[in-house]
């Protein structure tokens, strides 16, 4: 044999054996015993379940062993009673954690949002009109205050002042009124700051200052909080007497108070306009505001503090503080900027005979007809003048 004949042969012997050796390996295979099943846990291919596993009548009431033997894997059940709000077990104790043992919120729909869980059903509320709509409110509410006094200006007394002094607020009234107004600025601003500061005051500041100021502030908001309570208790006992309804206050509402027309309506110790602000915004969104705040701050004794719970009153809040700081914002306008003498009234807490008789005549009558003394309090009237008596011309 040449070269040529002997490296056939070697080849075609090799492919002959390999022939061999792969015959009675894939019969050996398909002989012997089946080999021990891994210990791992193997996941269920989707595409090799029983195509009828959901014919079963029960399918949609399994719980997750029973769906586990028809399809391996699928722990639906168990997720759908998590999203069904249904609380697990925790040795948590009920009186600490109430919800320990619940992962989501059941379904609930909030006015405004969608039927979803509690917790998204809060987020909407409050990122889709809480925000947008109170924040527009409260620049609304300052523009059209802007506007106003860019026509009008102050308002001035049309008559010159006597000199004669007439006790509007005695030390007292003063006091609960600064009191109140001090924390009311306050919570307006911690809470406007960290509701809508992040749109305004978080792209100028950055975030680690911003951090810390929103930190700060929610703690001035927290302790000013009952402070504002307690005085707005002390507010609405002190002047309720004042600020009782009487059929005069239909004319001055009627006649918007005079603003438009330059002549202000006859009016008692207080007009029809802050009355409106005592009873709607001291009483009415005061408690409102209050007692959610109250709750907010987990202070009211015996209350089960779940988060339904805090999201309720954190929406109810969020509500009635906008309204009460556009209600607000005309009040302190007219106490400050928007009335010559208002501010110094309280202040002082005298004002001017001429102003008594502009701005609240009937008051003014009744103080000149000695049912009313000019002088209340046992404070020394030596501001800029005596103070007026009955007997005054």
């Not at 109170?134 to 802007?146: D, M, P």
């Not at 003063?174 to 749109?199: D, E, M, P, Q, Y």
Request: charged letters at 15%.
């Amino acid at each position: 044999m040449n070269r040529s004949s002997v490296t056939q042969y070697i080849q075609s012997s090799l492919v002959a054996v390999g022939l061999v050796l792969g015959g009675v390996l894939s019969v050996s295979a398909q002989t012997s015993p089946k080999a021990a099943a891994p210990v791992a846990v193997e996941s269920a291919n989707i595409f090799s379940i029983a195509p009828d596993a959901n014919t079963d009548p029960k399918y949609a009431d399994q719980n997750n062993g029973e769906r586990a033997k028809v399809q391996p894997g699928n722990n639906a059940p168990i997720w759908r009673q998590v999203g069904a709000g249904v609380s697990g077990y925790s040795s948590l104790p009920a009186s600490q954690a109430p919800e320990a043992g619940n992962l989501i919120q059941p379904f609930v729909q909030y006015p405004g949002a969608k039927l979803t869980n509690a917790g998204e059903a809060w987020r909407q509320v409050r990122n889709n009109w809480i925000i947008p709509y109170g924040g527009s409110l409260l620049l609304i509410a300052a523009l059209a205050i802007a506007l106003f006094y860019y026509g009008k200006g102050t308002l001035k007394l049309h008559g010159a002042e006597t000199g004669r002094k007439i006790e509007r607020f005695t030390p007292l009234e003063r006091a609960a009124h600064w009191t109140n107004a001090i924390a009311f600025v306050c919570l307006a601003v911690s809470g406007a700051v960290i509701a809508f500061g992040k749109f305004f005051i978080l792209p100028v500041i950055g975030t680690a200052l911003f951090g810390w100021l929103t930190y700060a502030l929610k703690n001035l908001h927290n302790f000013a909080g009952p402070l504002f309570a307690v005085s707005l208790i002390i507010v609405f006992v002190t002047f309720i007497k004042d600020n009782w309804p009487s059929k005069e206050d239909i004319t001055w509402l009627l006649k918007g108070g005079g603003l438009l027309s330059g002549h202000e309506v006859p009016s008692h110790r207080f007009n029809a306009g802050e009355k409106v602000v005592f009873w709607f915004g001291v009483l009415g969104l005061g408690v409102i505001v209050v007692a959610s705040g109250l709750v907010l701050d987990k202070l009211i004794p015996g209350l089960i503090y779940e988060r339904g719970t805090m999201q309720i009153a954190n929406m109810v809040h969020g509500v009635a503080t906008v309204l009460m700081m556009v209600m607000f914002m005309g009040h302190i306008y007219m106490g400050t900027i928007g009335m010559q003498g208002a501010y110094s009234a309280m202040r002082d807490g005298y004002v001017d005979e001429t102003w008594a008789k502009e701005h609240h005549e009937l008051w003014y009558n009744d103080i000149k007809a000695g049912k009313i003394p000019a002088q209340r309090s046992a404070e020394a009237s030596a501001h800029g003048g005596t103070a007026s008596t009955s007997a005054s011309a």
